[in-house]
């Protein structure tokens, strides 16, 4: 029921820390509705279908500092005239709002078609919103249920070299099993952070075998702040900011990162990265058609004759992958993972032969 899910995204705005089984279970058995532009619909009802990865027009928001979108995601049609309202949106000329109602659990397979995805916002009021990122919207996906928070990681770079001098903050985090007393280290300088954002955390060693825990988002606007004083480390920012938004699965703040890094005349390296992003988000079709252009153009960046051909390969386009495996051996005679990929595919077309 409608009333059951607001009363649940009420609680989790509340409090962010709290288990959201129970608002997951409503979401998956509840019809949502999201926020589009298009042209005026004629009286009546139209309905169309979407394919599971299409990609189309909807209301989305752009995270000012890393660039992800995010979607909002509403319970009742209702909720999205109040949210047009709220912010006084305006429509460009020949166009009005609409909504797009969907079917219990529809929305999170949906969503996954909008480009630099980062997560769903459920949308009540201004004063009620809830996010859903990346991981937790690909287990709803799937039908499952996230894994309750805090999502936990380890450091996704060498060393965080922190110089003598930078004022630092801690706090005590809420215990979970295997942490009986986990404590928070925050730099006050590098950014703020939200009470949501302690749902996913990052270890980081402090010395003489123990660590803190920072939450992802802010060890990123950390990694900003070294570089922007210049530090130590701080020349390998790119590398970092890409290594860790791929390892804490922030995949929509890495593909726009990617983006920014090609149109600024880094190609090779910010395709590289949107091969991995689009590899590890299951957009197999992009990522083959991203590869196909790279082996062209950068021959002998070897990842991309891989990224490639498991692309191809998941897709069950054997024959094209068998193709572009013979070309990347010719490339790369040396190299056993490829020649190894392009004897099975030979085998397996000789057996269906």
């Known amino acids: 029921m409608v009333e059951t899910l607001e009363h649940l995204m009420k609680r989790a705005a509340r409090s962010p820390l709290t288990a ?3 608002l997951f279970k409503e979401l998956l058995k509840s019809e949502t509705y999201l926020l589009t532009v298009d042209e005026p619909l004629p009286d009546g009802e139209v309905r169309r279908v979407a394919a599971k ?7 989305a928001d752009k995270d000012p ?3 992800g979108v995010w979607v909002p995601v509403f319970p009742a049609r209702d909720r999205v005239r109040e949210f047009v309202a709220a912010r006084r949106l305006k429509t460009p000329k020949g166009k009005e709002f609409l909504w797009m109602g969907h079917m219990p659990g529809q929305v999170f397979s949906l969503a996954k078609g909008v480009r630099r995805f980062a997560g769903l916002r459920l949308y009540l009021d201004p ?4 996010d859903i990122p990346w991981t937790e919207a690909r287990a709803l996906a799937d039908g499952s249920l996230p894994e309750e928070a805090p999502l ?14 930078m004022r630092l903050s801690f706090g005590r985090l809420r215990a979970w099993e295997g942490e009986p007393e986990p404590r928070l280290l925050v730099m006050p300088e590098a950014g703020r952070f939200r009470p949501e954002d302690l749902r996913r955390l990052v270890r980081l060693p402090i010395g003489e075998g123990r660590h803190a825990w920072t939450p992802c988002r802010h060890f990123l606007q950390i990694l900003r702040h070294l570089k922007a004083l210049g530090l130590e480390g701080s020349e390998r920012y790119v590398e ?6 791929l390892a804490f699965e922030m995949y929509g703040e890495a593909e726009a990162l990617c983006e920014w890094l090609a ?7 910010a395709w590289l990265g949107l091969a991995a992003v689009y590899g590890r988000t299951g957009r197999l079709e992009d990522c083959a058609a991203l590869c196909r252009r790279a082996v062209v153009k950068y021959p002998r960046e070897r990842l991309f004759h891989v990224n490639g051909l498991r692309a191809l390969i998941a897709l069950g386009r054997r024959g094209e992958a068998a193709r572009l ?18 004897r099975d595919l030979a085998g397996a077309a000789s057996r269906a032969a």
């Open 20 to 22: 959201r089984a129970a």
């Open 53 to 59: 990865d299409a990609s189309f027009p909807v209301w």
């Open 65 to 67: 500092e890393l660039g």
């Open 127 to 130: 004063a009620t919103v809830v």
């Open 152 to 165: 936990r990681r380890e450091l996704p770079i060498e060393r965080l070299v922190i110089p003598a001098g």
């Open 240 to 245: 970092s900011m890409l290594a860790s938004q």
């Open 263 to 269: 149109a600024r005349g880094h190609e090779a390296y």
């Open 325 to 342: 495996a013979e070309a990347a051996v010719r490339l790369f005679p040396q190299d056993e993972a490829l020649a190894g990929m392009s």
